[in-house]
T-cell receptor, first 114, second 114 residues
Framework: DGGITQSPKYLFRKEGQNVTLSCEQN?????MYWYRQDPGQGLRLIYY?????DFQKGDIAEGYSVSREKKESFPLTVTSAQKNPTAFYLC????WGSGNQPQHFGDGTRLSIL | KQEVTQIPAALSVPEGENLVLNCSFT??????LQWFRQDPGKGLTSLLL?????REQTSGRLNASLDKSSGRSTLYIAASQPGDSATYLC?????????????FGKGTHLIIQP
């Protein structure tokens, strides 16, 4: 089945550690996105990529980094500079170049601090 | 900057009732509007995408309406069932067709009592 796979489902970060969240899609979508969800705050955009080897900052990019070396993959690194990383992280993709196309989401990764 | 508001924040109704969830947005120059469902601890499932040129979109017991001029959308759920219990989110593209991500409301947490 086509879809978006996020791993791991749960992740724990120690003080000063960088951690990387994986996102893979087999929908052949050009665009991929990372959102952060906090209780009571809704989803906020961290980074997005419209095409391979190109990405842009969203509203809350500080303390995060991404890469887009392959169309199918858009990993997110939460760096030690992100002081409040505990949240639910959601990856999405869309085929925006084809007009009104919905965004599809993975099942998320929950990141906590040890 | 676009802002999206959802009312009510929470709703609890007996099984079988028809209900309406509301979504409002501040910038009426939207390309489309998307309604999502989120179950606890899960990602988002796209329910309906309504284009700016459309007034309504239907899928089974769900009907979404869009009034761009007033900056409002409603999601109508007919004959509610306990399985409809979830958080419902609306979102609009940051620009164009959503290539640079979505702006989300904070959601309506819906409980259908058996």
């Amino acid at each position: 089945d086509g879809g978006i796979t996020q791993s791991p489902k749960y992740l724990f970060r120690k003080e000063g550690q960088n951690v990387t969240l994986s996102c893979e899609q087999n929908l052949n979508h050009d665009a991929m996105y990372w959102y952060r969800q906090d209780p009571g705050q809704g989803l906020r955009l961290i980074y997005y990529s419209q095409i391979v080897n190109d990405f842009q900052k969203g509203d809350i990019a500080e303390g995060y980094s991404v890469s887009r070396e392959k169309k199918e993959s858009f990993p997110l690194t939460v760096t030690s500079a992100q002081k409040n990383p505990t949240a639910f992280y959601l990856c999405a993709s869309s085929n925006w170049g084809s007009g009104n196309q919905p965004q599809h989401f993975g099942d998320g990764t929950r990141l906590s601090i040890l | 900057k676009q802002e999206v508001t959802q009312i009510p924040a929470a709703l609890s109704v007996p099984e079988g009732e028809n209900l309406v969830l509301n979504c409002s947005f501040t910038d009426s120059a939207i390309y489309n509007l998307q309604w999502f469902r989120q179950d606890p601890g899960k990602g988002l499932t796209s329910l309906l995408l309504i284009q700016s040129s459309q007034r309504e979109q239907t899928s089974g017991r769900l009907n979404a309406s869009l009034d761009k001029s007033s900056g409002r959308s409603t999601l109508y759920i007919a004959a509610s069932q306990p399985g409809d219990s979830a958080t419902y989110l609306c979102a609009v593209p940051n620009s164009g067709g959503g290539a640079d991500g979505l702006t989300f409301g904070k959601g309506t947490h819906l409980i259908i009592q058996p």
